[in-house]
């Protein structure tokens, strides 16, 4: 379970940014479409996907006052004893294809609850981004940028238990910041 949970967040670390970048369809929604969907997902409760641990999986935020809400893959996991202390957090929505939507947020030097100010390119790893927000908005936060606060509620590593919350400004593709607001995420391994 721990080596398959590994190779999923190696293959969401490396592979997650690169998910927006293709060319959109000809049938690729309308960011008003997506907004739609997004609020949907959002007000469901528990959320699509969730499991029943007590209060179940999600991923969610505000993202420029409109509902994001992760509806699958929601996946959280922690480096293995003895390596760096890393949490690793994703969740995708919208269709399964080249417009689906896949947010990430990997925190370095993670040891438990507390609130932490990741730092893009520092000497700890840090990244935040949500990838193919639109055809314009492709990748927001990661390489392009981010300033964003995170407060770790609860932090377990076995089994990994997982719960933040997080709120700040991801740079955009298209030039723009996107305002992320009421950020929460509880997850479990």
């Not at 080249?98 to 990244?127: D, E, I, K, M, Y």
């Not at 919350?165 to 607001?181: C, D, K, M, P, V």
């Amino acid at each position: 379970m721990l080596i398959h949970s590994l190779k999923r967040a190696l293959v969401m670390v490396v592979f997650g940014p690169l998910a927006g970048c293709g060319a959109a369809g000809p049938e690729a929604p309308s960011a008003g479409d997506r907004a739609a969907r997004g609020a949907a997902a959002a007000a469901q409760s528990p959320p699509e996907g969730a499991v029943a641990n007590g209060g179940g999986q999600f991923v969610r935020m505000m993202v420029d006052g409109v509902e994001w809400a992760a509806d699958r893959e929601i996946f959280c996991t922690q480096a293995p004893a003895g390596m760096a202390p890393m949490l690793i957090v994703s969740g995708s929505h919208g269709p399964k294809d080249a417009n689906g939507q896949v947010f990430n947020l990997n925190l370095g030097n993670v040891h438990g609850p507390g609130t932490l100010r990741p730092v893009g390119g520092g000497s700890v790893a840090h990244v935040i981004q949500l990838a193919n927000l639109d055809e314009r908005r492709y990748l927001n936060g990661g390489a392009m940028g981010f300033d964003v606060k995170v407060e770790v509620i609860d932090f377990a590593r076995d089994p990994t238990r997982v719960e933040l919350r997080f709120e700040g400004t991801l740079n955009g593709s298209a030039g723009t910041h996107l305002g992320i607001e009421e950020g929460h995420v509880r997850c479990s391994e």
